[in-house]
């Protein structure tokens, strides 16, 4: 069987969101299939952490590369002598014209819910764009459940025509963080003192991070603490770290400016740290220091750094809505992601309540072992392997 991959997404330096799941589906598919035929298709030369070219893997860089999925893709597909048996996007967006089968990945419906969060041109292509490609893909492939029912009540499709393929996460690098050195040197890097709680995912509106501000406020001036070295030792120095990109920092943030200013009006700023982009080999620790992962999201269609919070032993805070109680089961504390009073106490409680920490870090510990990059590829190449059942 002959498969082509779009490998747009895949191919780039920091991945996140779609990006991410594009680059780990390739990487663990190309690790357990060795009989089938692939050809990832890309924008320019491969990256090189992608799968090495072999007997059966390979790759070819379109011309021209823009307008990807509306010339790029279908030209490459009518052109090619050789026809593939299907073509896989890892992404929301399948090629406009096909003469073979198409299957896609949908991760979440945010932009019908909140179209207010999002640009004019980022809603616009949203909107058209999946909608072409949900309703004309030969079969969907989605990361929860919830998107799953969510696609269905929507663009009324068949639910024998939608998979679900649970994202995973780096087992390497994720786990419990023995070794109190390291937590202290990467702590020390970042200029953390004293206790924190932590918030990893791009800043925008939908992230919920000016109501987690608010909530977080709460708790240092009703504790009359305002973070200083001096405090720090006393325990009374907790702090918010939010790490993640902004709109200025590339393309996924969008919205970021009100949010930045919140620490100031509410008085704050010392306790509160932006971070940016932090590298991968220093999130673990940063993880296994704090005393809880914090995700008030309104909207996630999953939610990859649940995972990697519950694999290094953390307890999480996390909203009751969408896929989020799916992904979390009994590891963390869910809220109302609308209520800064519910966020309030959801942050007070886990931050002083040990026992409860620790219940819900074993939680968290047996909840992930559900998932794993390689479960996800395998889902989805069991999708290849039937492709003549696809309709």
């Known amino acids: 069987m002959k498969i082509w991959i779009d490998g747009y997404e895949a191919n780039q330096l920091e991945r996140l969101g779609s990006g991410q799941f594009a680059y780990e589906v390739i990487r663990n598919i190309e690790k357990i299939d060795k009989k089938n035929e692939y050809l990832v298709l890309l924008p320019n030369n491969p990256m090189e952490d992608l799968p090495k070219e072999r007997a059966g893997w390979s790759y070819k860089i379109l011309k021209p590369n823009k307008l990807w999925t509306r010339i790029a893709l279908p030209l490459a597909l009518y052109t090619s002598r050789e026809k593939p048996d299907l073509i896989y996007s890892p992404t929301h967006y399948i090629p406009r014209f096909s003469p073979i089968k198409r299957i896609v990945t949908i991760f979440d419906l945010a932009y019908l ?131 993640g990109k902004t709109s200025g920092q590339g393309r996924e943030g969008w919205g970021y400016k009100e949010i930045l200013k919140t620490p100031a009006k509410l008085n704050i700023s010392e306790n509160v740290k932006f971070l940016g982009f932090v590298p991968n080999e220093d999130l673990p620790s940063l993880l296994s220091g704090s005393k809880a992962f914090v995700l008030p999201s309104l909207w996630e269609g999953f939610g990859i750094p649940l995972l990697e919070a519950m694999a290094s032993g953390t307890p999480i805070i996390t909203s009751n809505v969408s896929s989020l109680p799916e992904v979390v089961g009994k590891a963390g504390l869910l809220v109302d992601p609308y209520s800064v009073d519910q966020i309030e106490q959801a942050i007070r409680v886990i931050t002083t309540d040990n026992k409860l920490r620790n219940r819900l870090a074993k939680n968290g510990i047996e909840q992930v072992k559900k998932f794993s990059w390689e479960k996800c590829a395998k889902e989805i190449f069991r999708l290849f392997a039937s492709k003549g059942e696809i309709s």
């Not at 980022?122 to 490609?133: A, G, I, M, R, T």
């Open 113 to 243: 819910h909140f179209p207010e969060m999002f640009t004019k041109k980022d809603l616009w292509q949203l909107k058209n764009w999946s909608k072409f490609s949900i309703e004309n893909a030969d079969h969907i492939i989605t990361i929860s459940k919830s998107t799953k029912k969510d696609i269905i009540s929507r663009y009324k499709i068949n639910k024998n025509k939608i998979t679900v393929a649970y994202p995973g996460y780096d087992k390497e690098k994720f786990k419990v963080q023995g070794e109190k050195l390291k937590i202290d040197e990467v702590k020390k890097k970042y200029g953390i003192i004293g206790s924190y709680i932590i918030y990893i995912g791009t800043i925008q509106p939908r992230k919920n991070l000016v109501r987690l501000m608010e909530a977080f406020e709460r708790i240092v001036h009703l504790r009359g603490v305002t973070y200083s070295k001096s405090s720090a030792h006393l325990g009374g120095g907790l702090q918010l770290l939010i790490v």
